[in-house]
């Protein structure tokens, strides 16, 4: 079991800046995939970036994103970052932090584990 603790969500105009955590607690994490997803009203959940703790590899999922958001993670404290640079209206969603053991997804369905979510709102 893990459990997963999304902060740092928050209002900003067009251009700022935000930094998501998310801290994780229970089983070892070290060989999950960790993942953000985002999630607007009446939508489905969609992967934003995600990274396998066992390699540090790192996958963003288009290039805007790649281009504006660094991932990070800090071993020592069990927690992932998400910083989120050049922010646009259209980035205004619930973000969600997701773990799944072993093997890294695309699909919010293969992952088990999910924070609550925090919400980012970026006004024009």
Same mark, same amino acid.
Not at 59 to 76: E, G, I, P
């Given at each position: 079991?893990?459990?997963? =603790?999304?902060? &740092?969500? &928050?209002?900003?105009?067009? &251009?700022?800046?935000? #930094?998501? !955590?998310?801290?994780?607690?229970? +089983? /070892?994490?070290?060989?999950?995939?960790?993942?953000?997803? %985002? *999630?607007?009203?009446?939508?489905? %959940?969609?992967? $934003? =970036?995600?990274?396998?703790?066992?390699?540090?590899?790192? !996958?963003?999922?288009?290039?805007? $994103?790649?281009? %504006?958001?660094?991932?990070? #993670?800090?071993? +020592?404290?069990? @927690?992932?970052?998400? *910083?989120? /640079?050049?922010?646009?209206?259209?980035? @205004? /969603?619930?973000?969600?932090?997701?773990?799944?053991?072993?093997?890294?997804?695309? #699909?919010?369905?293969?992952?088990?584990?999910? &924070? *609550?979510?925090?919400?980012?709102? =970026?006004?024009?």
């Amino acid at each position: 079991q893990v459990h997963l =603790v999304e902060s &740092g969500g &928050g209002s900003v105009q067009s &251009g700022g800046s935000l #930094r998501l !955590a998310c801290t994780s607690s229970g +089983d /070892d994490i070290s060989q999950y995939c960790m993942a953000w997803f %985002r *999630q607007g009203p009446g939508s489905e %959940r969609k992967w $934003v =970036v995600r990274t396998h703790n066992l390699n540090g590899a790192i !996958a963003y999922a288009d290039n805007s $994103v790649k281009t %504006r958001f660094t991932l990070s #993670r800090d071993k +020592d404290k069990n @927690t992932l970052y998400l *910083q989120m /640079d050049r922010l646009k209206p259209e980035d @205004t /969603d619930k973000y969600y932090c997701a773990a799944v053991k072993f093997d890294c997804y695309d #699909r919010a369905v293969d992952f088990p584990y999910w &924070g *609550q979510g925090t919400q980012v709102t =970026v006004s024009s």
